[in-house]
Every structure is written in structure tokens, then in C-alpha cells.
């Protein structure tokens, strides 16, 4: 079945490092795929999107590129800040429910 | 901006207790779900309702069970007799529609923390 495997966290990051989180997928076919975030006492927040192969989300400042070859969907940002700290989701929609299928979600800390 | 809004924030009961978590989807939206997260593990689809009738439900989503959308603006999930491992964060999501090519975009709630004692 569809599945999505994104990296474990924490992740702990000085303000303005590079920030990449690893996401991959296994599915049929070609699904859209997703990143959530997750403030503290929040819900999740649509980060960015992307609909098919080559496509690339991008939203403040956070990137990423539907991988087919690699069946990746890696979240980049070229320099966090604090304000960025966070739980992040890895998502897919393409199960035959119409539901989004989850990652375990990534903790970031940004520390100034 | 609209949202979806969910209550209580935070729901404490007794085992075999049953309870009811509410959430008001955004306005114009059609279909709506219920996830779950139990701590520290993956967030699960638990069950997906459009026109007023359940469209899919994962095996979680058994007979404790129940949804409903009594009005024009709420959907309600009800857990009939509570167990210690409902305990978990349920979030409410609504979306415009399933296109059927994976284009559309659910928009989720903050959440309800159920602990079940």
C-alpha cells in the first residue's frame, strides 16, 4: 500500500543553517504530494505542494521537488529562523480513500 | 482567512465514557475527515463523509464510532465507550472536493486532545 518515510527527528539547527528534511514514498501511480507544519498549539498548516513528477512546491522560503526517479519530496530552506521551529509532516494524497497519508512528522528547533 | 475550528481543545474522560469532539469545517467545503495521532506515532485517516453519508472509514474506525453533521456547520465525531488508547490528538479537515487526480488541498483543525483515564 502507499506509505510515506520521512526522516526522524529532532532536528536541532542554528538560526540561518541550511535546513533539509528527507521524505520518500512508495505508491501506485502518481500521487500529489505534501508538506504540513505543525506550530506549537496549532493545527496543520499547508506548507507547499506539488502535483506531479518535476513540479516544485515552495512557500516562505521552504523548497521542495517531486522526485520520481527517487520517489523523494525532500523539504529544503536555505537559511531557517527561529520562528520556523516546528513540527513538519511529509504527506501523499492518492490512496483510494481521497485521504492523505502521513509521515511520522520531524521536530525542528531553530536556536538564535 | 477562513479555518476550520475544533472543540474542546482538550477533552479528559473516564474509560467507557463516551465522548463527543466537534469541529465547524470551513464554510463552502464538501467533504470533511477525521484524523487521529496517537503520541509520538504517525497521524491516521480514520474516516472521510461527503453528503452527508460516510464515503470511506479506515479498519480504526469501528462500531465505538460515529460522525455526524447535525447541521449546516458542525461534524461531530462521537466515540461511543472510550478506551485507554483512544487517547490521542484528532484533528478535524475539510476540502472543496476529491477532484480524483489528487489536486485538492484539506485544511485542518488544531486539534482535540483526548485523554481517556
Known amino acids: 500500500g502507499n506509505s510515506v518515510t520521512q526522516m526522524e527527528g529532532p532536528v536541532t539547527l542554528s538560526e540561518e543553517a541550511f535546513l533539509t528534511i528527507n521524505c520518500t514514498y512508495t505508491?501506485?501511480?502518481?500521487?500529489?504530494l505534501f508538506w504540513y507544519v505543525q506550530y506549537p498549539g496549532e493545527g496543520l498548516q499547508l506548507l507547499l505542494k506539488?502535483?506531479?513528477?518535476?513540479d516544485k512546491g515552495s512557500n516562505k522560503g521552504f523548497e521542495a521537488t517531486y522526485r520520481k526517479e527517487t520517489t523523494s519530496f525532500h523539504l529544503e530552506k536555505g537559511s531557517v529562523q527561529v520562528s520556523d521551529s516546528a513540527v513538519y509532516f511529509c504527506?501523499?494524497?492518492?490512496?483510494?480513500?481521497?485521504?492523505?497519508?502521513f509521515g511520522k512528522g520531524t521536530k525542528l528547533s531553530v536556536k538564535p | 482567512e477562513p479555518e476550520v475550528t475544533q472543540t474542546p481543545s482538550h477533552q479528559v474522560t473516564q474509560m467507557g465514557q463516551e465522548v463527543i469532539l466537534r469541529c465547524v469545517p470551513i464554510s463552502n467545503h464538501l467533504y470533511f475527515y477525521w484524523y487521529r495521532q496517537i503520541l509520538g506515532q504517525k497521524v491516521e485517516f480514520l474516516v472521510s463523509?461527503?453528503?452527508?453519508?460516510?464515503?470511506?472509514k479506515s479498519e480504526i474506525f469501528d462500531d465505538q464510532f460515529s460522525v455526524e453533521r447535525p447541521d449546516g456547520s458542525n461534524f461531530t465525531l462521537k466515540i461511543r465507550s472510550t478506551k485507554l488508547e483512544d487517547s490521542a490528538m484528532y484533528f478535524c479537515?475539510?476540502?472543496?472536493?476529491?477532484?480524483?487526480?489528487?489536486?485538492?488541498?484539506?485544511?485542518f483543525g488544531p486539534g482535540t486532545r483526548l485523554t481517556v483515564l
Open positions: 505508491a501506485t501511480g502518481y500521487p500529489s
Open positions: 479537515a475539510s476540502s472543496a472536493s476529491t477532484s480524483g487526480i489528487g489536486t485538492d488541498t484539506q485544511y
Open positions: 506539488a502535483t506531479k513528477a518535476d
Open positions: 463523509f461527503y453528503n452527508n453519508e460516510i464515503s470511506e
Open positions: 504527506a501523499l494524497w492518492g490512496g483510494s480513500q481521497g485521504n492523505l497519508i
